[in-house]
């Protein structure tokens, strides 16, 4: 009974992967297509993890998931990838299927539990980690310890409020800072622009990426680069107040969208200057890159049930 | 070696007590006016401790003191009420000088601890204190420990920014939750809007204060209403953002302004309930006035003394 087994479900792909104690190298790992929108989608999950099944081998399995979700419970509430998934209590089914104890969390909280535990965060007490990417995801390390609240939904931090008038978000609230600076939302304003005149050399199409419009900017083009600006902007102001709340030693960003580089950080960095509500947050602050990559929702499962087994045992 | 004593220096008033183990009712207990503005504060707080002390009884002291304030080395920055102490090492002076150790936070934190160790927030792991008063101040509670951050400057919630283009905050930032709902900015708004040729029974004066703009609003007058509409309002805003970041299963509200009662929390639970990300976080939500009064600092500064004992033990 030493294995441990951490799941990552994406909307593409289920992952399953087996670790051995202290390692975070999979000596057996599974891929397989989620085709979440198929039915079917826990059958193909339970062959995924017979596949790397050990019997009498694994102590317990870790799960990274879209939310929202109850980790209390290890119910899925209603993702939007995987319509058959309503309130459907992902853990208790493969725990009794499975005989072992199946902890579930968030992927963006996996994410950041990750990068404290073997990434980017390693030796950090107080972190925050930010996705950018189709929405932004947060997951925060206070005191050593993963936030996750009451309902097991805190960390929601791209469903702040910078600004009550601000653009829809796809959760239907205005002004959040998944509207202004997620892939979409920039698409969106790129495509605003066009609409409303703007030269560029970008054809108007909602079906635009955020890389695309990198391109675009790197190749000079004056809008996609206020696009970006914009973007960093707000993700500027958002972060101030990341700062004042939780006064991290580390800022991590992940997801497709940070991987722009400094089309997004430069205006990034210079608008959490100005708005940071004092200089002394920045002292000694690191702000990184993601270290762990596609493996970030893995490995963060892998610690989340490395973490409730060893606080059982303590 | 067992009492502790507790401090808490306010802008007026100096507050020494001294407590058994297990205890929340001072044995001794010395008020001392603190005259900040005039030299000598620390001498005074010296004189004050020796009045309660009692040798070879006391084990550590606790303070709660206006920040900003380093609680990892007990300095005390740049707080504005006592000009002289500018980066001043007010915890280790008191430890030399008494010879036991000395525990600082700011007065936010240690009313939101002392709430949740022994008043509102008993028994609730994740905690978010707010006190509306001259400023807007946060203490916060996460998986049962004390959110103080990498530079002892974590749960600054007054300065967390809900609009770029809001009003001016006292601290020079514009759009903070201070700026809009904090008892000075409520007076400003009243006076704007006096100025602006607005009908009230109110007189322009930058020296009105919140208890007659609200007694003003119970006896009907729509300005005055208005004024604390809107204040809930913003109110409303922040706290939504204060639920999807810490998912917390208990508010608490502290300070004068939230004294006004109906006048602002009416509109806040409204504004609230709309801005709120998702219905499921209001679930099973505690929302509390808090419970401890003036003591809340000083009963703050005795959990900060014990927590830290106990740790220290452990």
Request: proline residues 6%; charged residues 15%.
């Amino acid at each position: 009974m030493s294995l441990i087994l951490a799941i990552d479900i994406g909307g593409t792909h289920i992952r399953v992967a087996a670790y051995e104690p202290d390692s975070t190298k999979p000596i057996a790992h599974k891929r397989t297509k989620s085709l979440a929108q198929t039915p079917g989608v826990f059958d193909r999950l339970v062959e995924a993890v017979e596949s790397v099944w050990q019997d009498g081998q694994v102590s317990a399995i870790g799960i990274a998931s879209p939310g929202p979700l109850d980790p209390y419970t290890g119910t899925i509430l209603d993702t939007p990838n995987i319509p058959q998934w309503k309130n459907f209590p992902l853990a208790p089914k493969l725990s009794e299927r499975f005989g072992v104890p199946v902890y579930l969390d968030n992927d963006a909280n996996m994410a950041g539990l990750g990068e404290w535990q073997f990434g980017a965060g390693r030796g950090h007490s107080n972190l925050v980690y930010l996705t950018i990417s189709t929405g932004i995801g947060g997951g925060v390390i206070v005191n050593d310890s993963l936030l996750q609240g009451f309902h097991g939904m805190g960390a929601e931090l791209g469903h702040m409020i910078i600004d009550p008038d601000g653009p829809l978000c796809g959760c239907g609230h205005r002004g959040h800072i998944e509207s202004f600076s997620s892939g979409p939302a920039i698409v969106r304003y790129v495509n605003e622009l066009i609409h409303a005149g703007e030269k560029t050399t970008l054809h108007a199409d909602p079906n635009l990426s955020p890389a695309q419009i990198a391109d675009a900017a790197l190749a000079g083009d004056p809008l996609a680069i206020s696009a970006f600006e914009r973007a960093g902007h707000y993700l500027g102001i958002a972060v101030a107040n990341y700062l004042a709340i939780f006064d991290p030693s580390i800022l991590v960003f992940g997801g497709g969208v940070s991987q722009v580089g400094d089309l997004l950080f430069k205006p990034f960095e210079a608008s959490l200057r100005k708005h940071v509500f004092h200089p002394h947050y920045m002292d000694d602050l690191t702000i990184s890159k993601a270290a762990l990559g596609d493996d970030a929702g893995l490995l963060g499962a892998l610690a989340l049930a490395r973490l409730a087994l060893s606080s059982s045992k303590g």
